[in-house]
């Protein structure tokens, strides 16, 4: 299940990077001090997937 209004590259991403909806929800849903302190859901689509792949190719 997609959570509404949610850019379909982000979703992707996050998706490649759990490989689990409900992780990936929860991480979009969780407040992250790599983007000031906001939820991924609330943050430009750029930013979010840009701490993505940082996440997934760092180790």
Do not use: C
């Amino acid at each position: 299940m997609v959570i509404p209004a949610l850019d379909d590259e982000v979703w992707r991403t996050a998706m490649e990077v759990y490989r689990d909806e409900e992780k990936a929800r929860e991480f979009l849903q969780r407040k992250h001090p790599m983007l000031g302190g906001r939820k991924p859901l609330d943050a430009p689509a750029e930013k979010v997937i840009n701490l993505l792949r940082r996440a997934a190719y760092s180790g």
